[in-house]
């Protein structure tokens, strides 16, 4: 894959002076079929992209491209060692790399049908019965849409220090919406999650598994019932957050906030920086059963890879354990720079046109000791929120406010009414810290395109969760 325009990059770095250099080489093809109103379309494209970092006289130099024959490679590594030539005249400090092995492998995920083999027909069938049954679930279902994706991504990863890799991830998501209107009032439901496609690295099976069809039915019927729905009064009350509502929660308020760039100040735009500074390492995060990890290696996730951008192996490390905080998502310059021995293997980008950044693999809320059933059971007043639709947060991740499609009053133990919009407020530590209960059954994949830098790079991002209360939480509805 393109082994002899890597060589020209590493070959031209060196005798320029680089001090260090690695070369990205991407291929991904997408196809994404939709089904809505307006009819059905399919989108099919593939990106062959570039990207030569190095490092001369202490400082970073980056250049990407979309063209890959020789030439081209030779004056993208020639303008990469010119940026870092400019920058060493300007920047105080030196970049120093924690030392990782010498790799020189190869990586495919596993899934039994290749999604991008599947027959078109054949998603389009799938597709369009979903639309229908959600359409005949309710009268005042007016608009609908149903997509599917599906991806392959390769990459050929090349440094100076003699690490070669090769990883390829195949994978797919789907997602069924519908919007119900009646005298000017409109409502969204959305399956299986209302954020993007639910995307992860496994196969066909796992739009099968996912089973839009009958949610579709499921969907509509709260469709309706979200039209007829009253109003939540404000209040302070037990919160109960669904796995697809919790994912939210865990990616903008424990997520973000353990990316180490941001800790040091080395990255603020796209969502600000953090409130967890270096020296916050052993604060009291969040109650005692609250225990998350940020996990690359997770079977089908869709974060999980096996290396890096950086060519580093990804893992599984604790960002807070027993309510702790312990630890940051890293690269080889940040970890270095706190004195840690390895990167966390966190590197990413959205191109070889991007610089790799610190992202979220797969940031997961480990299950606990209840059953979804009990903590209804146990609750005895209290809301019930799913499905993302709004959010709000400072830009140091202090303080936030969200809102679902979706909720229902919880009375005595027992549903007892859907609530329109829902909305609740809180502060990020007081808010963990009132956590008392995660369910250990239903802990499942949520998946995000989460958004960072600037230029803009968005990358799959998952979480794995299930249902957790949380005490004592300001909540209401949208009027």
Not at 170 to 175: R, T
Not at 353 to 366: A, D, E, G
Not at 420 to 431: C, D
Request: hydrophobic share 35%; proline share 2%.
């Amino acid at each position: 894959m393109f082994e002899e325009q890597v060589k020209v990059c590493l070959d031209v770095a060196a005798k320029m002076g680089a001090s260090y250099s690695d070369v990205r080489v991407n291929k991904i093809h997408r196809k994404m079929l939709r089904l809505d109103n307006r009819g059905s379309r399919v989108f099919n494209d593939v990106d062959l992209t570039l990207g030569v970092r190095v490092i001369v006289k202490g400082s970073w130099g980056f250049c990407g491209s979309s063209i890959l024959d020789n030439e081209y490679c030779k004056r993208v590594t020639e303008r990469a060692v010119r940026v870092a030539r400019a920058a060493s005249a300007v920047n105080k400090s030196k970049v120093t790399l924690t030392e990782e092995p010498t790799l020189n492998e190869r990586y495919s995920n596993n899934f039994i049908k290749h999604p991008l083999k599947v027959e078109d027909q054949e998603i389009y069938d799938l597709l369009d019965t979903a639309v229908k049954t959600l359409k005949e679930s309710g009268k005042r279902i007016k608009s609908f849409s149903a997509t599917f994706q599906g991806f392959e991504e390769e990459k050929l990863i090349v440094t100076s220090e003699g690490t070669c890799v090769q990883q390829k991830l195949v994978g797919c998501g789907s997602s069924i919406q519908g919007w119900a209107t009646e005298n000017g009032n409109m409502v969204r439901r959305s399956y299986p999650q209302s954020l993007g496609l639910n995307l992860a690295t496994k196969g066909y099976e796992w739009i099968q598994e996912v089973d839009l069809i009958n949610n579709a039915t499921r969907i509509g019927c709260e469709l309706e019932e979200l039209l007829d729905a009253r109003c939540y009064p404000q209040g302070f009350s037990d919160l109960l957050l669904a796995d697809d509502m919790l994912a939210l929660q865990i990616h903008e308020t424990v997520g973000h906030p353990t990316e180490l760039d941001r800790a040091l100040d080395m990255e603020w735009d796209f969502a600000g920086s953090t409130f967890l500074t270096p020296e916050k390492v052993g604060l009291k995060f969040g109650s005692n059963c609250v225990n998350v990890v940020a996990d690359a290696t997770i079977s089908g996730g869709a974060g999980s890879y096996y290396f890096d951008d950086e060519a580093v192996k990804g893992k599984k490390v604790d960002l807070i354990k027993d309510g702790v905080f312990v630890g940051y998502q890293t690269s080889r310059e940040t970890a270095a720079l706190l004195g840690l021995s390895k990167s966390s293997g966190g590197m990413r980008a959205m191109s070889g046109l991007h610089q790799p950044l610190v992202r979220m693999s797969n940031i997961n809320l480990l299950a606990g000791d209840w059953t979804r059933e009990e903590i209804i059971k146990d609750t005895k007043q209290g809301l019930l929120i799913t499905a993302p639709l709004m959010e709000i947060f400072d830009q140091r991740r202090r303080t936030f406010t969200f809102s679902g499609e979706i909720g229902w009053r919880i009375k005595n133990g027992e549903i007892a009414g859907v609530v329109k919009e829902p909305i609740y407020s809180g502060q990020t530590l007081n808010f963990w810290h009132n956590c008392d209960a995660i369910a250990k059954d239903g802990w499942t994949l949520f998946s995000s395109g989460c958004g960072k830098g600037r230029p803009h790079q968005t990358v799959r991002v998952g979480h794995y969760c299930s249902l957790a209360r949380f005490r004592n939480v300001l909540s209401r509805c949208f009027e």
